[in-house]
């Protein structure tokens, strides 16, 4: 009984992929539940890392992901969802989701915002059908807010990811290739 069969493999990773994203916002009641946790989630980055509030103040745009799930055994993948906001205006909700292999087991959870720097990045991002995050992203994952706040804003990157509070264990899978696909909640 050591043996571990596809299908008990397959059947453990969809429900651990299942129960993770139940507190994601998967089911939620709306685009209300989704701005109230954005609003909770910039209250404790700017909190946190004082720093970015000068980066938020040179966005030209704000996406927030409040809670992105990522769960793997072999084959893992994650999901969240959240908006983006213009100013103090949310415009639009997203959803984020990756799928990957590999040596990977674990399961985490983190607080994501890509702060646009350019007016034509936040364009190309709006008037895509599903953008990937890739080269042009510089990701800043800290847990110490002054070297967050040098990273970020000394950054000429047109997108910076800021992944904070983050629970949990995943070894062996990387925040890239994540892509951010427009909803209506």
């Known amino acids: 009984m050591n043996k571990l069969s596809r299908r008990t493999f397959a059947t453990s990773l969809l429900a651990t992929t299942t129960l993770a994203a139940c507190g994601n916002g998967v089911g939620s009641s709306g685009p209300a539940e989704i701005d109230a946790r954005t609003d909770a989630t910039l209250n404790f980055l700017y909190s946190t890392y004082p720093g970015t509030q000068n980066l938020a103040a040179?966005?030209?745009g704000i996406l927030v992901m409040p809670l992105v799930t990522a769960a793997g055994l072999g084959?893992?993948?994650s999901y969240g969802r959240g908006a983006l906001r213009i100013g103090a205006t949310t415009v639009d909700y997203y959803s984020a989701t990756s799928l990957?292999?590999?040596l990977q087991i674990g399961v985490a959870q983190s607080s994501q915002v890509l702060f646009f720097m350019t007016q034509?990045?936040?364009l190309n991002f709006r008037q895509s059908d599903g953008w990937a995050a890739g080269a042009d992203v510089e990701?800043?994952?800290s847990d110490q807010g002054e070297t967050l706040s040098a990273q970020t804003t000394t950054s000429l990157s047109p997108v910076i990811a800021v992944i904070f509070a983050q629970t949990g264990l995943r070894v062996g899978a990387t925040l890239e290739g994540i892509k951010y696909t427009r909803i209506i909640p």
């Open 75 to 77: 084959v893992g993948g």
């Open 100 to 102: 990957s292999g590999g």
């Open 139 to 141: 990701y800043a994952i």
């Open 120 to 122: 034509e990045a936040l």
């Open 58 to 60: 040179r966005a030209a």
